[in-house]
């Protein structure tokens, strides 16, 4: 369920349990038995296809068997890589919810002053733009542990989490800094915060993630 791009792609890349471990196969969508019905009336990232795979008998020749990859260490190792890329993505949507709100707090007056003059409203941007920071340095972190090819994957949920959590935090305090006007497409911040709780559940949920690095710190698993 939930495959992005499933309906557009010509091929689909599914990992499934086989006799020989988890194994990845190359599936051509016109192969006889494959289908990928797609998701409708989604609220968030609306600008992106997702669908559901179907496979029904479908029959594949070996050559469709992706070599040197048995186990769950493929998939994860592919999970890994986007996840990484998420740690810095979210704080993008983070960072242009915040410089819109800056701007518009600027611009708006209330009574005989601008909303950015307000201390309330200071103190939201202070707390927002000190998380935002906090999230940064945390993705230079591990960008750097993986430039040295140190980085682990739990260290990867753990900024996979706090960021994607932060951000979704900081799109919801910059709608209430833009009240009624930020529930329009006018601005970009509901449009960040609703695409944010697909983000939120993609490439592992945060509670997911909660159980790996519960995992790294104690050496147990509470997956099942
Ligand atoms: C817009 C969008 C695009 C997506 N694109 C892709 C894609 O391209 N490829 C792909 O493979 N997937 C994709 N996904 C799927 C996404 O990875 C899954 O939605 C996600 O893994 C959660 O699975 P689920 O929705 O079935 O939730 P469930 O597994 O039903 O989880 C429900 C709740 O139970 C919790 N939970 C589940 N298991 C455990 C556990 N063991 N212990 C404790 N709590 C648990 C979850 O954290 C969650 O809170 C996409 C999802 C969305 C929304």
């Given amino acids: 369920m939930w495959i992005t791009n499933g309906s ?53 020749p070996a050559s469709a068997i992706l070599p040197g990859a048995s186990g769950l260490s493929g998939p ?35 009574f005989d ?13 202070a707390d927002m733009t000190l998380e935002l920071g906090k999230g940064m340095l945390l993705a230079l972190h591990l960008g750097r542990l993986k430039d040295e090819g140190t980085l682990e994957s739990a260290q990867v949920s753990l900024g996979k989490l706090n960021n994607v959590r932060e951000a979704i935090a900081i799109a919801r305090e910059c709608r209430t800094i833009l009240a009624a006007a930020g529930i329009t497409l006018e ?26 690095i519960g995992q790294a710190l104690t050496g147990q698993s509470a997956f099942r």
């Fill in 76 to 110: 994860l190792s592919c999970l890994s890589e986007a996840r990484f890329g998420i740690v810095f993505g979210a704080l993008g949507a983070a960072r242009d919810c915040l410089e819109a709100t800056i701007e518009y707090a600027g611009e708006r007056q209330i």
């Fill in 113 to 125: 002053k601008s909303l950015a003059a307000y201390q309330l409203t200071q103190a939201k941007l």
């Fill in 187 to 212: 601005y970009p911040v509901m449009r960040h915060a609703n695409n944010l709780e697909s983000v939120l559940t993609y490439e592992g949920t945060s509670e997911v993630h909660q159980l790996v």
């Fill in 8 to 60: 557009v792609a010509d091929v689909a890349v599914v990992w499934a349990q086989t006799d020989d471990r988890i194994r990845g196969f190359v599936v051509p969508t016109d192969t006889p038995g494959f289908s990928a019905p797609e998701i409708k009336k989604k609220m968030s990232l609306r600008a992106s296809v997702t669908s559901e795979l179907v496979l029904d008998n479908v029959r594949l």
